[in-house]
């Protein structure tokens, strides 16, 4: 019938229905327009504790390592608690490769391998915490971040997992079933929330190079680089997570973002004394 296309159109731009609405600022924005939080722009967010220390410690190249690497490690992060204000992130490790495998082969989709790999960062944060009992140790979870002042005006010593609290509703990345949020990701948006001084992941590497330096002798050594520089390069072996990446590009707290060897005692400690050492990412 003639005219029917535009009074569709009519109805849907003038509802029958008025919304049932508010009065503020936001009133009738869809959250998604560019422009939505530019009212804002002159309110940074609360920094809840702007001279915390987040060391994320690596399960795959540091706890998976057993007491020679992990008992110096734990006197060091130890003994830099008594100065400066530390929360522990662990990874998961061998143990999370073997669930994902396993969770892979059967085609389990991505939030049961999210939910499944999220197990062993618990384990080993558990296991730290006890270690690190000695210095008021104490595990956390990710809905305890909102607690980090007072605890750390207790004394206590946090310890949480890195795995981010996702589950079930992680999504797949990249064309596989592999969940983009772990570790390395999870310890920067614990550090990003709370508004932390620094973040420094614990690996058995240097920093990061142009190649895998196990493979490539002529692997170059990077120091320092940019967030958007490094995915840009698009590296086969990247040595952190590109999701991690991603989100430091808009980081509003974290300036930069470590890469050290935490298998070389000193190298934790120069990180959090604001030494240039291992690989430097600058959060843009």
């Not at 569709?8 to 029958?16: R, S, V």
């Not at 974290?254 to 990180?271: C, S």
């Amino acid at each position: 019938m003639p005219g029917t296309s535009s009074t569709k159109i009519q109805n849907i731009l003038t509802p029958e229905y008025e919304r049932f609405d508010e009065a503020n600022r936001l009133q009738g924005e869809t959250l998604v327009r560019r422009g939505t939080v530019d009212m804002y722009e002159n309110r940074p967010p609360i920094r809840l504790t702007p001279h915390l220390h987040v060391i994320k410690i690596g399960g795959h190249g540091v706890i998976d390592y057993g007491s020679k690497i992990v008992l110096p490690v734990i006197e060091e992060i130890g003994e830099l608690s008594r100065t400066y204000q530390i929360l522990v992130v662990t990874g998961g490790g061998v143990r999370t490769r073997h669930v994902l495998d396993i969770g892979l082969d059967l085609g389990m989709p991505t939030g049961v391998l999210a939910e499944l790999s999220s197990k062993t960062s618990d384990q080993n944060a558990t296991m730290l915490s006890i270690l690190l009992s000695k210095w008021q140790g104490e595990k956390i979870a990710s809905d305890d971040l909102l607690d980090l002042p007072k605890k750390l005006h207790l004394g206590i010593l946090p310890v949480m997992p890195g795995t981010p609290p996702y589950g079930l509703l992680e999504y797949s990345g990249r064309g596989h079933e592999i969940p983009v949020h772990r570790t390395d990701t999870g310890a920067l948006l614990a550090a990003e929330v709370v508004g932390a001084q620094s973040c420094i992941l614990g690996k058995n590497i240097d920093g990061l190079y142009t190649k895998n330096p196990t493979k490539y002798p002529d692997a170059e050594f990077i120091p320092e680089i940019s967030a958007s520089e490094l995915l840009a390069m698009e590296m086969e072996d990247l040595g952190v997570e590109p999701k991690m990446l991603e989100l430091m590009v808009h980081a509003q707290h974290l300036k930069a973002v470590y890469v050290v060897n935490a298998h070389k005692p000193g190298r934790i400690t120069a990180a959090v004394e604001g030494k240039p050492i291992g690989t430097i990412i600058w959060c843009r």
